[in-house]
């Protein structure tokens, strides 16, 4: 499949968020805004950069509201705020957050060990945090996580997509995540999910949120878009993990995403260059390498095969 036309594809970058909770060094207010506007100068318009959770339990994004507080806010752009209970959305409504991510895990063990809640005591509790949004008139995205499985439950059953998707996008939210967070997903699956979504809530955008533990993660973006799926959760560099969810390896780096959509014809609108150097500043800065395949000498020997903004 090759796009007849130049279609949109919109990725979130989701790095300050997830990429940066899974690394050890405790970044400061600064060093993460001068991220954030380096992934705005490579063309990202959509940033998850922070989340408010117990910040003991995740002392890496501890200040949320401190780095919020400092960003710019050019026309445009949208800041999300990913929040696990109510508290936290209740904290993040008092932020400069355009979006709240309602995020829950459809995996019982997960949800134990990520929230100290069941699943189902979590499905209910998010259905209060979609309220408390639609009573701010705050914009709200859900996120199922281990919506394709779990290492530590196995198998997720589809009928609990449904239900989650039945009760939580019905009245307000307009997008809902199908989150591959422990990267168990494949072509197959990916089709599987997206057709319970659409049966559940056919008038929500659907989005993904894909991790590379299996290698699989550009072939479950290439079939996703065979399905007309236009949104995905990226991390520049390939950040991110799960600290409550060991093995679980990154998510898909947003450079590389880019280009996949950029050779398929599709306009994502971010600047590969860009995007590669600031890979290469944030390994200088964590002293490692991130899985992205886009490089800046890669986009270089292509020369004119491709341009560097897709």
Aim: aromatic share 4%; proline share 6%; with cysteine.
């Amino acid at each position: 499949m090759v796009f007849a036309n130049p279609e949109s594809v919109d990725l979130v970058e989701v790095g300050p968020r997830d990429g940066f909770q899974s690394e050890p060094r405790v970044l400061s207010v600064l060093e993460k805004k001068d991220v954030i506007l380096g992934l705005l100068e490579a063309g990202l318009r959509e940033i998850q950069v922070a989340s408010f959770v117990n910040p003991h339990r995740v002392p890496q994004l501890a200040d949320a509201p401190e780095l919020l507080a400092a960003l710019p806010s050019p026309e445009g752009v949208t800041y999300i705020a990913l929040t696990l209970n109510a508290k936290g959305v209740e904290r993040a409504l008092q932020s400069p957050a355009h979006r709240i991510e309602v995020s829950l895990s459809l995996s019982d063990a997960h949800s134990r060990r990520n929230t100290g809640m069941s699943r189902e005591r979590a499905l209910a509790e998010a259905e209060e945090m979609v309220a408390l949004c639609r009573g701010m008139d705050r914009p709200a995205r859900i996120s199922l996580q281990c919506a394709f499985g779990c290492f530590l439950e196995g198998a997720v059953p589809a009928g609990r997509v449904h239900e989650a998707v039945s009760r939580l996008a019905a009245n307000w939210a307009d997008e809902v995540v199908l989150a591959d967070t422990p990267g168990l997903a494949d072509p197959r699956a990916v089709e599987e999910r997206l057709a319970v979504l659409r049966e559940a809530a056919p008038h929500v955008r659907p989005a993904l949120h894909l991790h590379d533990t299996r290698g699989l993660g550009q072939a479950n973006v290439l079939r996703a878009l065979q399905l007309g799926v236009r949104r995905f959760d990226t991390a520049v560099g390939g950040m991110g993990g799960c600290p409550f969810l060991p093995g679980a390896a990154g998510n898909i780096p947003t450079e590389d995403t880019a280009y996949l959509c950029h050779r398929m014809g599709a306009n994502t609108r971010l600047d590969l260059q860009r995007l590669a150097r600031l890979t290469s500043d944030l390994e200088a800065m964590y002293a490692k390498t991130f899985p992205a395949k886009i490089r800046s000498e890669t986009m270089s020997r292509e020369g004119q095969a491709g341009s560097a903004v897709c």
